[in-house]
């Protein structure tokens, strides 16, 4: 590692130029646009988290952690064209996630040193774009240590390999148009982002963050009385709206600096006025293609296209001092990712496994018991009140599901029992009102970080609830997902940097740590009861009143394998309950007249029925049937 960092040293004293906070405007934007620009009267108000009680928008996100990235760019553009897939699917399941990760390491521009949001729609519209159960955001780029690799486009670790690998198959999408918003004047400007956003869904566009935006800025409409216009940052321009208090008119906008930040990680800008520049000639949009109406998986790329190869110069021609600096640095953080890959999948694996999921599940059992202050709906629900099919999915065509995850990236953590538990308890939340928690994703690695049943070595799901009645568990805005077991936090009802975090400039060097705190200002869930259930009756009636539960279940090596259709194995020997998913609802097969179970696991969208299955009622289902936990969420 010594010749390494030499190399590192002479790389940076060889010419590191500019240093930004994120957005850097491309100098020669490019364009793709083969329909008509809308450009017909937008309605005075139009917001996409609110069209007729539906919210077309997806999750938001954090750019400055687990360490700072100045990634504000592609995050903006990935979260726009996530938002208007969500809409060209009418708000239907699945969500599709957009990885900013695969932009920042294998994309164009400065990876967390900053870009443009139009740069990364020509990146999606040319090499394609994988989905964060691909490629979930690590904050960190091709300048910065985590250099384009197959492993960057999509990945999954499993705990008997020495390194993670690709998997054969995974979904990608794509943009099909993409350009600016034009116009001559900031009036123009206006009317054509309104026009945009009505009738295509979100943009993303330049501002200019001040002190009192970043810093003090906790609800309302801003308005910036410094005249600042120097453009600095991306954000997405998700609606827009008037306010009869102040008179103003207002743009509604999704930053990417973590829920505990501004009103639930959005704000309300003053519209008209040009303020922070929004109105200033930066916004571009990108239209999806659609790749996913055939639900086709499509084979791994070849080794992706990078930044590095698009800069080649033609041959003959020298190479500049920056191409040659890029080049360089790309070798040798490519050898220093391979090498710290191979060693995190060693370190993740603990004791020698099976399989990939058999230390998944490793304990049962409440510390203290169950907690049931009302009547469970096994007593309370009528049998034949149950309908004959049930799907938390679609229930009178609206989606109450949370995202979906995978448990198995950036290494390998047998953290089922985490994941499973708080996407049913997400779920359970977003039923209750999926206006107020609408795209809400607890954190498991908080649950991890307190070893709140258990570690990457597996746990008791039972007693995630326990801890979410305690304590409280935040979203993973404060801490994402690294599937590591960090150091147990001590008291995780205190403020604690694996709690909730922020991290501030300057992007860390590879294998540096970044500049971070523990936040104190933050939301926490929580749960107001928890209990068990088994057997197929108590489990609907469960399902059916009060949403999603976890179970547990017996993963075979043929499971594993699961690529649709109604799974059932029988078992030669008594089902070893080693894994956690969760049930979301059930059906009933037209061909056979047989139930079965809607299950979600936890192993990426490239697995299964885009990360779901369904599995046989009753009998010959790896035991799916006999341990089952619930919680009931309390509602702020």
């Not at 009738?199 to 330049?206: E, L, N, S, T």
């Not at 009802?493 to 709690?499: K, S, T």
């Not at 469960?542 to 976890?550: L, Q, S």
Request: with cysteine; proline share 6%; glycine share 8%.
């Amino acid at each position: 590692m010594k010749l390494v960092g030499f190399f590192l040293l002479l790389i940076f004293n060889y010419g590191v130029e500019g240093i930004f906070h994120g957005h850097k405007r491309n100098p020669i934007r490019k364009s793709l646009i083969k329909s008509s620009l809308p450009r017909s009267p937008p309605p005075k108000e139009w917001r996409w988290d609110n069209v007729g009680g539906i919210n077309y928008l997806t999750i938001t996100k954090n750019q400055h952690i687990p360490q700072y990235c100045g990634s504000c760019w592609a995050q903006a553009a990935t979260s726009a064209l996530s938002d208007r897939i969500k809409i060209m699917r009418n708000a239907s399941w699945p969500d599709f996630n957009i990885s900013p990760q695969v932009i920042i390491s294998c994309g164009p521009d400065d990876g967390c040193h900053g870009g443009d949001s139009g740069s990364a729609n020509e990146y999606m519209a040319k090499a394609g774009i994988t989905d964060e159960t691909c490629s979930i955001y690590r904050a960190r780029g091709h300048d910065n240590g985590l250099p384009c690799s197959n492993l960057e486009v999509c990945e999954t670790c499993d705990p008997d390999a020495d390194e993670c690998s690709t998997p054969p198959k995974y979904h990608k999408y794509r943009v099909q148009e993409y350009g600016d918003v034009e116009g001559k004047t900031p009036k123009e400007q206006e009317f054509n982002m309104m026009a945009e956003i009505y009738h295509r869904g979100p943009i993303a566009c330049g501002i200019a963050v001040t002190d009192e935006l970043y810093k003090n800025y906790t609800g309302g409409i801003f308005y910036d009385t410094t005249n600042n216009s120097n453009i600095d940052h991306d954000i997405s321009v998700v609606g827009y709206g008037h306010d009869e208090k102040t008179g103003w008119d207002y743009w509604l906008i999704r930053n990417s600096w973590g829920t505990y930040w501004g009103e639930n990680g959005y704000f309300r800008l003053r519209k008209g006025v040009n303020n922070i520049g929004i109105e200033s000639g930066t916004c571009t949009w990108a239209t999806p293609e659609n790749t996913w109406s055939k639900n086709a998986l499509q084979p791994a790329s070849p080794q992706p296209k990078t930044h590095i190869e698009e800069a080649k110069p033609p041959r003959n021609q020298s190479m500049t001092k920056e191409a040659f600096r890029s080049k360089l640095l790309h070798i040798i953080f490519s050898f220093i990712d391979k090498v710290s890959k191979t060693k995190r999948v060693q370190s993740s694996r603990g004791k020698t496994l099976s399989r990939k999921t058999s230390a998944c599940v490793v304990s049962k059992g409440f510390k203290n018991g169950p907690k049931i202050i009302s009547v469970e709906p096994k007593y309370s629900v009528r049998s034949f009140d149950l309908p004959r099919a049930w799907d938390w999915r679609n229930v009178d065509g609206i989606n109450y599901l949370s995202w979906t995850v995978n448990q198995h990236i950036p290494q390998y953590c047998g953290s089922c029992w985490a994941q499973a538990t708080l996407s049913a308890i997400a779920d359970r939340f977003i039923i209750a009102d999926r206006r107020k928690y609408a795209n809400l994703a607890l954190s498991p690695q908080v649950i991890v970080n307190c070893r709140a049943g258990g570690s990457c070595e597996g746990g008791a799901p039972e007693q995630v609830y326990e801890f979410l009645h305690d304590v409280g568990v935040p979203d993973m805005t404060c801490q994402v997902y690294d599937a590591q077991d960090h150091d147990p936090v001590a008291d995780c009802r205190q403020p604690h940097l694996n709690v909730c975090r922020d991290c501030g400039w300057p992007p860390p060097g590879p294998n540096e740590v970044g500049n971070c705190w523990a936040r104190t200002n933050f939301t926490r869930y929580f749960v107001s009861e928890y209990g068990r259930v088994s057997g197929a009756k108590a489990m609907k009636k469960e399902i059916y009143k009060r949403g999603p539960i976890a179970c547990t279940m017996d993963v075979t090596l043929k499971f594993e394998h699961y690529d649709g259709g109604i799974y059932s194995e029988k078992l030669d020997t008594p089902p070893q309950l080693n894994h956690e998913i969760s049930i979301v609802g059930w059906g009933v097969d037209k061909a056979t007249g047989k139930e079965f179970w809607i299950g979600r696991n936890s192993w990426g969208t490239y697995w299964g029925e885009y990360g779901f299955f369904r599995i046989a009622m009753h009998r010959d289902n790896l035991g799916i049937e006999e341990s089952c936990v619930w919680a009931v969420p309390k509602l702020q």
